[in-house]
Each structure stands twice: as C-alpha cells, then as structure tokens.
C-alpha cells in the first residue's frame, strides 16, 4: 500500500490516534527541494506532522479545512511551511534548502540546530468559516516532533505524544517516512498514560518497520481503534497560473507597472511556485490585464 494515514479512537474513545506512511510525499519533497540529508529529515518530519494534525480538522462548510504548521528557529534552513488537509494532501516550503548543520556526537543528523532552537512554531487552523485560529509556541529542540508536542500540550491544553521518523539512505535517498500522533482526551488515568508511554517507545523507529499505520496503532491500541478511517496520502500543491495571477493582483500597482515595462522590452515575469518550483510566465497582455483589475478595485473603493 501507498502512503495512507489512520485515524481513530482509542481508550473507549479517550484517545485520538494518527498514524501515517509518508515515505512517498518525503521523497517527493527531495525531489522538488533537492535539500540537503539534514533538512530533508526536518521538512520530511514538518510535512507529516502536518498531515498527523490536519487529521483532526472537520469540515464545516463548502471550503476545505485546512493547517498550516511555520517553523522558524533561526537556523541556517530559514523560514519552513507545511500546509495538510484532513482529505490527505500536504505541501512544504523551506527557504535555505542546501542548509547543513555538523552531525551530533553520535553521529546522527541534527535537525535542532539546522533548524534553530531561538524562534517559534505556529499552528494556524483555517475550517473555512470565520477567522482562523493561530497558536505560537517557543520552539525548544527543533526537532519538530517534541515541539509538536508541546504545542499541543501548552497552547491547546491536550497532553500529546508525537513520533515522527525518517530514515535516509547512505546515497541520500529516502528509504521511509512516517509519523504517529496520540492526543489524550479527558477521562485518561495516570496508569493508562504511563503505560501508552511506554507502548511508544517499544515501538522502535517507525520508518525502519514494515507493519505500516495499521500494525503500529494495533500495538498501541491492543483492543483496537473505534471508528477507525483510512486516507490516502500525497503530495499535492494546487498551483496555477490563475491563482498567480491573483497574487499579482495584491502586490500594487507600481510592482506590476514594473513587470510590465519589464515585459514590453521582450523579458516576461516568471513567478516560481515556492511550493512545487513550478515557473508560471506572465507575459505583457497578462500584466496589462492585472495592472487594469488593481485600477479599477481602487476606483470602486474610492466610489465606495
């Protein structure tokens, strides 16, 4: 099976669950960023704990729910994004993708330091109706995970455990990606969160093991999940030339008079996608048209 993520209640209902396999949008970050090992692992670790939260989100209208995890730590790798909906799709940004950062005394990658330790983590929830909700949090180890966790116990006062796990192999491939999520719901006991603690760390690196989503919640969660859900996973940008266009449309009318003269010497703007590297080319008659849109919204605003 492809990438999938599981969802579910455990405990009686007192525990929600998320486990994902996301070594195929990992891979397709690499590919798209061309990072190095160390940042591969951080946006890698970033995208699927995006998934693991926006799993939670519930439509409540026409629009699509949607989260939005920034890191910036004030590392060499810059600023990081991840937007996730609940229907299974992720996309992610790193500014500083060639950043590198010297291995720990053990010798593994140290994410923390290529993604600094002195800024912050925010979670924005976007359900389609009203204004979205915005929780920061200092960052304290960089690793995403722990600060996932942290996140999740001092901004929504949810205790969490939160396990994200990519493994690279020697050539700088991704050999697995995945991710686990426990929130505990009210009504948990102090034994019952002891012994789910430990039921995680016998769980070992999940991408280094071959019982997928399923086979590590049926570990955790001996007596099963109620409600129990299965997504398929995939790196999905949304991207287009009109939605370029749109961004234009917001930058003001001096920028795109500048593209334009740019244009009319024979040099058409390309807007790259951050998300994909996706080069969109803007040409004269296309700006002449944007320049006009930006005229005529401030003169109904002037009206108005």
Known sequence: MGDHLV????LGGRVRAVAADTTEVARELA???????????????????ALLLAASL??????????????????????MFA????????????????????????????VGSVVGRAGHLSVTRDLGAGRPYRG??????????????????????????????LTIEPHGGVS???GVLLQLLPGVTEGEARELTGRVKELGPLAA??????????????????GAENTAVEFRCGCSKERVLSALRLIGAREVGGLLRDAER???????????????????????????????????????
């Open 136 to 165: 920061v949090v200092p960052l304290f180890t960089g690793e995403i995970a722990q600060d996932l966790a942290w996140y999740l116990t001092e901004s929504e006062q949810s205790p969490a455990a939160v396990v994200l796990s």
């Open 31 to 49: 590919r798209i960023h061309q990072p190095t090992r160390t940042v591969t692992t951080a946006l890698g670790r970033l995208a699927t704990g």
């Open 266 to 304: 024979g040099t058409p703007a390309v807007m790259t996608c951050e998300f994909c590297r996706t080069p969109y080319e803007v040409g004269e008659a296309e700006l002449r048209g944007v320049l006009g849109d930006i005229v005529s919204a401030r003169l109904r605003a002037s009206v108005n």
């Open 209 to 226: 093991s071959v019982c997928g989503p399923e086979g590590w919640l049926e570990a955790l969660f001996p007596d099963g999940l109620e």
């Open 7 to 10: 969802r579910g209640l455990g």
């Open 58 to 79: 519930e439509k409540v209208t026409t629009r699509e729910p949607l989260l939005t995890l920034e890191v910036d730590g004030g590392g060499p790798a810059g600023r």
């Open 83 to 110: 937007t996730a909906s609940p229907a299974g799709w992720v996309r992610a940004f790193v500014a500083n993708p060639r950043a590198t950062a010297a291995p720990t005394d053990d010798g593994r990658l140290d």
């Open 176 to 178: 697995g990606a995945s």
